[in-house]
């Protein structure tokens, strides 16, 4: 019975691999992550726009008062979710378990998304608790807290299903261009969250 390799002849080697079994993309030298870095920060200048909104409503904030309390929540909470989201995505694009496509993509997407939806609602929940509770040392009334929760509700679902997209998109467009999209994604997307609530 023959073994495997018996018809090799005596003190031959096995081939050895090419040199350069795969090419390796060059990273992005500091020249080019600079520049990227400051095309990042000159898209955050488009906040001046969210402060020449919000300087234009100031008459509202008079005449409720609630607003005042709840707009940097507004803020602050869609700039946390939407941090996770980036980040999350930002890092599948880099280990292949996010596709740079918005339609058909993988299920880590899919629930990616997910959760950030349900994320951004319980939030919103939070903040119409907390504030409630809140604006009971300072009487605020059923009507305040109606107006109070539709407000609230209707922001997180705008600024949900606008900056969320958009942020998915600037990340796989930067991803396939050859940009670091860990550098872009996420000035882009605190631009449009901002601008998002507060013209709501």
């Keep these: 019975m023959k073994t495997k390799g018996a018809n090799a002849p005596v003190g031959s080697r096995p081939p050895e691999p090419p040199s350069q079994p795969f090419l390796r993309a060059e990273e992005p030298g500091f020249p080019s992550l600079f520049g990227q870095s400051l095309m990042a920060q000159a898209l955050d200048l488009c906040d001046l726009l969210a402060g020449l909104i919000f300087a234009s409503f100031l008459d509202l904030f008079s005449r409720r008062m609630w607003s005042i309390v709840v707009y940097p929540c507004v803020?602050?909470?869609?700039?946390?979710?939407?941090?996770?989201?980036?980040?999350?995505i930002t890092s599948g694009l880099w280990l292949g378990t996010v596709r740079p496509c918005l339609l058909g993509n993988t299920r880590e997407f899919k629930l990616l998304y997910s959760s950030t939806m349900v994320l951004s609602m319980a939030a919103a929940l939070m903040m119409m608790v907390s504030v409630g509770l809140y604006g009971l040392t300072w009487g605020i009334t059923g009507q305040d807290v109606f107006e109070m929760s539709v407000?609230?509700?209707?922001?997180m679902t705008l600024a949900f299903f606008t900056a969320t997209p958009v942020s998915a998109l600037v990340a796989f467009a930067s991803f396939r261009h050859g940009l670091d999209p860990d550098i872009i994604t996420y000035p882009v997307s605190s631009v449009t969250s901002d601008v998002m609530v507060t013209c709501c």
Aim: glycine letters at 16%; proline letters at 0%.
């Design 75 to 88: 803020l602050s909470t869609r700039g946390m979710v939407c941090g996770v989201f980036c980040g999350r």
């Design 151 to 155: 407000a609230v509700l209707t922001t």
